[in-house]
């Protein structure tokens, strides 16, 4: 590596559903292992019924590390505990030590709000209690998104604290069943992303093309039945 740095894990935070992993691809450019909460199996499940995909295997076996909440990552001689967080997915980890926590996609910006929970597998209550356990970090401790989607005339940003995460627009003054009411009425108004249908095929195989047919191709699947609002998902 031109700054004498190398790449020692790739984690998906997530199987993602409006973009394709590159955890295959930068695995096999720098030789590291990959890595995904546990809980991607039951995502796995869920996805293989729905775009019938017998030949996916459902045990994580994708990956070379399966994170438990609980456990810790080395990196460069910085711990990081695993998180289980389920919320925008039932497979969402959150990585952190006091001073720094990689969120994924449970919360964004404090003036963007929080993330969908409409996906197959994803509870507003869950992403709810979720937000509230990462709010138990020290109020300094600095959180890394996973997107954001800046207002107009503000520049895209990638790092907040816990204490600007109280003044999350999509949280402040809201009790557990207000955050719900108003998470579930405001997924009801958005699409599926546009890579959904294709996207989750190969995230859920860690960036891998599907399993290849017997001549050696690979397919992705357009599941029509499930085209069309959220019936998708």
Known sequence: ???????????????????????????????????????????????????????????????????????????????????????????????????VAFVNDTVFMPDVGTARTDFPGAKAEELWQTIRAMLTLPNSCRLMVGHDYPPHAR?????????DQLDNIHLVGKVAHEFVAFRKARDATLAAPDLMLLAMQVNLNAGSPPIRSSDGRSFLKIPVSLIGGSAVI
């Open 155 to 163: 520049q895209t940003k990638w790092e907040c604290s816990v204490r």
């Open 1 to 99: 590596m031109r700054h004498g740095l190398g790449v020692e894990c790739v984690i998906d935070t997530h199987p993602h559903a409006d973009h394709f992993s590159a955890a295959k691809y930068l695995s096999t450019k720098t030789g590291a292992p990959i890595a995904i909460g546990e809980h991607v199996r039951v995502v796995q499940k869920l996805w293989q019924d729905r775009y019938d995909l017998p030949q996916l295997p459902v045990d994580g076996r994708q990956w070379d590390r399966l994170l438990r909440s609980g456990e810790t990552v080395q990196v460069a001689g910085v711990e990081l505990a695993v998180l289980h967080a389920p919320g925008h997915t039932a497979a969402s980890v959150i990585l952190y030590n006091d001073d």
